[in-house]
């Protein structure tokens, strides 16, 4: 598990993982406090998009992104077959709201 962003008080915000298994598709991922993403490309290329720069990943290749604290910008996942879990945060008041 990846550390909790600098300065939030953990009783106020929930940790999660969102593991996107993809086939020929693009997934966005906007308003998280993103802490670590990992980016898997199996049989052909794919590529990570933040803060306006596209990563590309090569197929049978992987890359890890952990920024310095949270990365809250729009993560944009493309390619035809890749694996992706995604580290993030978000407010916990959020997540007991949406509990039944």
């Known amino acids: ?58 197929a049978d290749a992987c890359i890890e992104l952990e920024p310095n604290g949270a990365h809250r910008a729009p993560v944009t996942l493309t390619g035809t077959d890749f694996y992706c879990v995604i580290e993030y945060w978000f407010p916990a008041q959020a997540a007991a709201v949406a509990s039944p």
């Open 1 to 58: 598990m990846s550390s909790a962003p600098s300065g939030i008080d953990s009783k106020e915000y929930a940790y999660s993982v969102l593991v996107v298994d993809s086939d020929a598709s693009t997934h966005h991922v906007d308003g998280w406090m993103v802490t670590r993403i990992q980016y898997f490309a199996r049989s052909a290329a794919g590529s990570v998009r933040i803060l306006g720069n596209v990563i590309d990943v090569v």
